[in-house]
């Protein structure tokens, strides 16, 4: 399609028509084939970055895809982010300060992408490698793993974990699936395996491993050094502040990631780690920013003013001292100059006049058959089947997507039952472009509304 291509390629900032939910996603996975490299999408929110991730999970199952969620607490919150968050974002991090080589799509949302992260260099550096069979010394295992935000526990179950057991270290590393077993005979590493983190039994071998830090805040000396030197230029005196006591002692403190910018000489921003690419703004991007903005600074106002309220009135309670926004996440300004150094792309499921700075990528909302169920004197689900095969008749690809394996062989059943012979099972859309176009492919895929495209259609289960 010549259109794809454009969106794909053309220079400057770009209004995208005609790209509903669901489409959005085949069109930054074509967009990333296409390009050869990597494509940024920014969805509105955590919910509409899941239902994205799985689109092009489904659209294009071989392309690789590099999450960075938002930290799941509020702003200047007490609580730190879970370690399955920090987890994704410092192997997406650590992915992208060493380089994305071919096609990739990097999903985040407004709330991550405002949020300064710690500096390219920095995740770069940060590493320890051990291979099986070679000299390791235990002792600097453990330092880097306490320094760079693992916890220590008595059994992993969780990604950022780390246990000593005699000869034996269990860690669970960012970016991986299963935690692993580091097995020693003295200070040679004998073996590697993954284990499970349920039944805690080892399974498959490793050969190498390339550690990467467990949280955004380090605890090393240099860090600590960093944050106390910050932390009295920012506020003064500590006095009793158990958050620079913990920090100070190496111990690691909840919520400490909202000191962030103490940890290092100066942080960067997600789009610091990526070269000239392609940005996606998902539908409502700019007005899920605004919001959020305003909500940090909602937050940081409460913070300060119920600090100023408690030494007005020498209310004795665990000191909160707030850094100002600016240090932890990027203003209106800072945004618009960061896209102005990408091409981008403003997506929206409704129809603009194509003009130098719109395109219609042809997609339309897919029919919705609540009139017809509101009626109750037809049946809605010949209605569908009747649609479907209005849509085969239009030379469309004709694919169903429900939310579950038992949805889908419901809504099969169903369809068959009213005069759709052919529907085949699939995994994903690579084999739905196998089957014969008189097929309807039936498929497990997670989206709110079905789509319509030039060549193609998806019906969903919601809509039926």
């Known amino acids: 399609m010549e259109r794809v291509d454009y969106i794909a390629r053309a220079d400057g900032r770009l209004t995208v028509s005609g790209a509903p939910s ?21 969805a509105s929110d955590e919910a509409q970055a899941e239902a994205f991730t799985a689109a092009v999970a489904f659209f294009a199952p071989g392309l690789r895809l590099l999450p960075f969620p938002a930290w799941d607490c509020l702003p200047y919150d007490h609580v730190s982010p879970k370690p399955d968050i920090e987890s994704a974002r410092l192997a997406t991090l650590a992915g992208l300060a060493n380089g994305v080589a071919g096609p990739a799509v990097i999903i985040t949302s407004v709330a991550a992408i405002l949020q300064r992260v710690p500096p390219r260099a920095a995740i770069a550096e940060a590493s320890f490698v051990a291979k099986v069979g070679e000299v ?5 295992l453990v330092r880097f793993l306490a320094g760079n935000g693992y916890a220590r526990a008595g059994t992993v ?26 097995d020693f005979f003295g200070e040679t590493l004998d073996a590697i395996r993954s284990f499970d983190p349920i039944t805690q039994l080892s399974d498959q071998s490793v050969k190498r491993i390339e550690l990467l830090p467990a949280s955004e805040a380090p605890l090393t000396d240099a860090a600590i050094s960093r944050f106390r030197a910050g932390y009295v230029a920012a506020f003064g005196p500590a006095g009793d502040d158990p958050l620079y006591e913990s920090v100070s002692s190496g111990r690691k403190a909840q919520g400490m990631e909202h000191w962030l910018p103490l940890f290092y000489d100066g942080l960067d921003t997600l789009f610091a780690y990526l070269p000239r690419c392609l940005v996606m703004l998902g539908n409502q991007v700019e007005e899920a ?22 030494s007005e009135h020498k209310v004795k309670a665990p000191p909160y001292k707030p850094l100002k926004p600016d240090m932890l996440y990027l203003g209106d300004g800072e945004w618009k100059a960061a896209l102005a150094r990408h091409l ?3 997506l929206t499921p409704f129809q603009v006049p194509e003009g130098k700075a719109s395109v219609d990528a042809g997609g339309r909302q897919g029919r919705d058959f609540a009139p017809e169920r509101a009626g109750g004197h037809l049946n809605v689900f010949q209605v569908a089947a009747d649609h479907l095969e209005a849509l085969q008749g239009a030379g469309k690809r004709v694919l169903v997507a429900s939310w579950t394996e038992g949805s889908a062989e419901r809504m099969g059943g169903v369809l068959s039952d009213h005069g759709i012979a052919a529907i085949r099972r699939v995994g994903h859309w690579p084999d739905a472009l196998k089957l014969d176009p008189r097929a309807v492919g039936l498929a497990c895929l997670g989206i709110e509304r079905g789509f319509e495209t030039p060549d193609f259609a998806v019906m969903s ?4």
């Open 157 to 182: 179950r969780d990604p950022g974990d780390f246990a000593l057991r005699g000869g034996i270290v269990d860690l669970w590393p960012p970016g991986i699936d299963a935690p692993l077993r580091l």
């Open 136 to 140: 390791v010394e235990r002792e600097a």
């Open 344 to 346: 981008v792309r403003d």
């Open 22 to 42: 669901g489409y959005d996603a085949w069109l930054a996975a074509e967009a990333a084939r296409r390009r050869g490299g990597p494509v940024l999408f920014v």
């Open 461 to 464: 289960e919601q809509d039926v």
């Open 289 to 310: 920013k605004a919001a959020r903005l305003e909500l940090v600074g909602e937050c940081y106002d409460t913070r300060r003013q119920f600090r100023e309220a408690e």
